[in-house]
């Protein structure tokens, strides 16, 4: 139990070093707050993507053998982001991190079920779905206290040391034997990676390429019109091709990638979208919130770390706790109330936030978003656990967690797209109203405006023609074109958990103690 959940929580810190160290990673690399975005989703992709065909490729493999293979490659990546010295380099080692992860996920569940049986077992996956809540906490604040007091690359070069630590341990474990028998569906890897690749892709370049008309930056335009949004609907189209093909495979006999099943009934494609929708809506909120300290307020990486300890507090107490429930509610009526509960937190944190950390409203945002989040994505797999065939389980880990990432993914660029699209907005509003400084616009590149501090814009200024005076007023229209972004991006993720209101009212319905710690 423990080396498994030491492999969890390396996925964990992964990914929370990079959302926590979002400036000092750009600015040491000399690269805007997007490059480091890009890294998040492209992550997130890669375990969207490929997480199924992972568990296709544990089972051919052996669990023990890919459980140690993953972690190797893992280890290789943390060392490729402790020695990055370009945004490349961080971009090739967050995908060789997120192909490890989707191979390690799966695999996870396997050993944990060759380990233990009965009740034993249900207990030691509820425990292993509670470690990535409780390791947030401290990933959180070891990363930021690192970035803060020497350095971001150090968290990645004691992560090398973890993984060689998780390797050496795992020599023991028993795992499944391999099955070189076991079909991996080629055209199902295609079609599954491809379409979570092109919707990332599409909507993560949505500012840059034009959200409907072709920007300068967009590769082609047919007929002036934006490739982004195209781009978009072929993915959406792909997992559509998706999961026609798995009916069909199913229907001749051969294995597909994943069930069918899962997205056959209304209430399981219900709980998949719902569990997408808290995964983007999460996703958002934790990329905003750290450039928001960071950036904005120009606090500290331990700062951000302390200031989201009541959003990941209440994520965990929640995920621990909503199972327990003894009070006569439904499972759809706490689904329900679990949005009401994160549209409330996202849209106070959006009406209260300010150039300063006082308001305690924004601690009670955090909390309330924490409590909804929480509870929801534990409550939902159990759900879906529920609702299809208990020898499907090991298709219910991987579906879920697909849906999760692509979730974080989508939810990540589309905080970036958010942010940068209304940034740009209000900066040329600003300019256009103010004549003094109206004469910038020819030496600065307002097609791609990013998402800075005050410091960095101020050094950016002072290679132009700007007076002091001019710097003082572009300093301030950025101060408050920054704020006024944020605003409406958390007030657009508000909107968002209002509208996963509907697919929710289609999850099953079945009382909480109904569930108890049934699921896979």
Known sequence: MIVVSLAQL???????????????????LGAGSDSVKTAIVLYSLAVAGLVMLGARVGQRLGARRAFRAAVVILGAAMALMAVSRSPVHVLASQILAGAASAALIPTLVVMIAEHYRGPQQTEALGWLGATQAIGIVPAFLIAGYLATAIEWRLTYGLLVLFAAGVYVS????RGAENRPGIDIDAVGVVLAAGGVLLIGVGIDKLWDWGPWRARPAAPLGLLGLSPAPFVLGAGIALLYAFALWSERCRASGRMPLIAPELVRGARERSALVSIFAIGAISAGLTFLMPLYIEVVQGRTSLYTALALAPLTFASFSAAVFVMRLTARLSSRRIAQYALLL??????LLGVTVRNDWSDALVVLGLILTGLGEGGLATLLFKLLSRTVPRHLASDVGCAC????SLGAGVGTALAATLL?????LNVQSHLTARPSIADLKAQ???DRVSFVSNDRLREALARTGATPEQVDEAVYVNTE???AALKISFLFFACMALLALIPARAVSDVHVRDIGTSGP
Do not use: Y
């Open 342 to 347: 994160v549209a409330a937190g996202v849209a």
């Open 401 to 404: 967690c697909s849906t999760s």
């Open 444 to 446: 600065i590149d307002l």
């Open 170 to 173: 795992s020599g023991k474990l």
């Open 10 to 28: 390396l996925l964990v810190f992964n990914v929370t070093t990079l959302k926590v160290s979002v400036d000092p990673i750009a600015d040491e």
């Open 420 to 424: 940068i699209g209304f940034l740009s």
């Open 481 to 483: 074109a920054r704020l």
